[in-house]
């Protein structure tokens, strides 16, 4: 009998493994499957199919990196996105820290306001956006991009490190202060080398979002010299809409180092989720 109940268990188990396994492969399919048709395509005389190339054609990424000069725009790309992930995690952090370790009046409504962003759709303050930086004369210039990408996406950051900064222990700032840190020293010299998984996540999730963010960045920059990987996208889809080549050439340029960073940092990621889900 209890032989019986062991191999019933055995073959729930496998059955139940298979099952996840299939899942999984179904969910990596369709999210692989959109990248490896452009990637093939961009190597192929006619682009379309899954199948390998016959003949194997550069001629995409030559036009990309000569006529278009495609390093003009992955440079602007890096330098506004990673100016405003910086700005933005470390503004972001002493917030959080604050939120998360003290108490005043008006602490509930500070995170109110940081949730009430999550629901303001970009296109019903892109007039405000739009003319204040007319106003202060940063449009069209990456500055004025990498303040307005310093504010994108802010709450899911604070949300981040207020859980994370929630999760280590108190004691750790009490005995700072007792060896005669303030709070500044506290922060920097204490906390912030702790919550290192943490903020490595929020710089993760507001480096992807702003290195894809798209409506901002043609909206605001109209200078070719300025533009970002995506402005320039856009362009594809119009001006460039016959060279089938170059444009998958240039979505595989803008889309390998998002990739590149979340393969490398992905341990990272996962495992301060996990860390700032559980206090204490």
């Given amino acids: 009998m209890r ?14 493994k298979i099952f996840r396994y299939a899942i999984m492969a ?3 399919f369709i999210s692989l499957y959109p990248i490896l048709w452009v990637l093939i395509s961009s190597f192929k005389e006619k682009p379309g199919g899954l199948g390998l190339p016959e003949k194997w054609v550069f001629d995409g990424y030559i036009t990309i990196f000569t006529k278009l000069d495609i390093q003009t725009y992955f440079l602007n790309s890096i330098i506004i996105t990673c100016v405003s992930t910086l700005l933005s995690v470390t503004i972001v952090a002493m917030a959080a820290y604050v939120v998360a370790r003290m108490n005043f009046k008006g602490k509930g409504l500070i995170t109110l306001m940081f949730s009430t962003t999550l629901f303001i759709p970009a296109i019903s303050i892109s007039f405000p956006i739009y003319r204040l930086l007319g106003e ?5 210039t990456r500055i004025g991009v990498i303040f307005i990408y310093s504010g994108l996406g802010i709450a899911v950051t604070y949300f981040i490190l207020q859980s994370y900064f929630m ?3 108190k004691e750790m700032e009490e005995a700072a202060r007792v060896d005669g840190c303030g709070y500044f020293g506290t922060f920097f ?3 912030l080398p702790i919550a290192k998984p943490g903020l490595a996540t929020a710089a993760i999730m507001a480096f992807l979002n702003n290195w894809n963010e798209y409506y901002f960045a043609s909206l605001l920059l109209k200078s070719p010299e300025k533009m970002t990987i995506p402005a320039l996208l856009g362009q594809f889809t119009s001006a460039y809409s016959r060279n089938l080549n170059g444009m998958f050439s240039a979505i595989i340029v803008a889309v390998v180092p998002t990739i590149i960073v979340f393969c490398l940092l992905s341990e990272t990621f996962v495992r301060s989720l996990t860390a700032g889900a559980v206090k204490g």
């Fill in 3 to 16: 032989k019986k109940q062991k191999e019933h268990a055995e073959s729930g188990s496998i059955g139940a």
């Fill in 189 to 191: 010299r204490i906390i």
């Fill in 136 to 140: 202060l004369g940063l449009r069209d």
């Fill in 167 to 169: 999760s280590i222990p």
């Fill in 26 to 28: 179904i969910v990596l």
